[in-house]
């Protein structure tokens, strides 16, 4: 069965700042699909960015961008430029890949992203 | 685009009572998810259709859970004799046909309270 570990409950930057969420992952599957998923509070989860297992080039959108590391199982988001916008529950999730197989994320446990005027 | 609908947002109960839950998905979406998330947790995944079709279920959908879906539109999910271990909030999500669809598209949720 497939994984998603984030490790940091809860972190805090400083408006307009850098900041990194990570997530491991686990799977014997070699194509998958992995997402950053944001749930601001109340709100409906979206989707902030994806990355394919098969492609080597990191995701980017605007000012978020990961680092995939497949050998490591590693998937962290970086988000620049932070903006009181962004402070939200960030969920790290896995999807496999294969047609045919259910498509049900695996979500991770989340990390609280407080972001400070 | 009206988004992935779900009706009610909150719903307080007594223990034992039966509850049902609606989800509309976004207009021609076929598949469908459930899920569960618990204070603090990520959602779990419960339950999926691709169209009317239920083709998977989690080992989380006891036999006090049912869910339809039986013109491949809205959905139902149903609660018999709810405990006070079910008060979590239920997502849905729907996502477009197509063998490399990735995006699910999430509701706002209905948060359940079993008193």
């Known amino acids: 069965a497939q994984t998603v570990t984030q490790s940091q409950p809860e972190m805090s930057v400083q408006e307009a700042e850098t900041v990194t969420l990570s997530c491991t992952y686990d799977t014997s599957e070699s194509d998958y699909y992995l997402f950053w998923y944001k749930q601001p509070p109340s709100r409906q989860m979206i989707l902030v960015i994806r990355?394919?297992?098969?492609?080597?080039q990191n995701a980017t959108e605007n000012r978020f961008s990961v680092n995939f590391q497949k050998a490591a199982k590693s998937f962290s988001l970086k988000i620049s430029d932070s903006q009181l916008g962004d402070a939200a529950m960030y969920f790290c999730?896995?999807?496999?890949?294969?047609?045919?197989?259910?498509?049900?994320?695996?979500f991770g446990s989340g990390t609280q992203l407080t972001v400070l005027p | 685009d009206t988004g992935v609908s779900q009706d009610p947002r909150h719903k307080i109960t007594k223990r034992g009572q039966n509850v049902t839950f609606r989800c509309d998905p976004i207009s021609e979406h076929n598949r469908l998810y459930w899920y569960r998330q618990t204070l603090g947790q990520g959602p779990e995944f419960l339950t999926y259709?691709?169209?009317?079709?239920?083709?998977?279920k989690s080992r989380l959908l006891s036999d006090r859970f049912s869910a339809e879906r039986p013109k491949g539109s809205f959905s139902t999910l149903e609660i018999q004799r709810t405990e006070q271990g079910d008060s979590a909030m239920y997502l849905c999500?729907?996502?477009?046909?197509?063998?490399?669809?990735?995006?699910?598209?999430f509701g706002p949720g209905t948060r359940l309270t079993v008193l």
């Open positions: 999500a729907s996502s477009p046909r197509g063998d490399r669809s990735r995006e699910q598209f």
């Open positions: 999730a896995y999807r496999r890949a294969y047609s045919g197989s259910a498509r049900q994320l695996t």
């Open positions: 990355q394919e297992a098969y492609k080597q």
């Open positions: 259709f691709q169209n009317e079709a239920q083709l998977e």
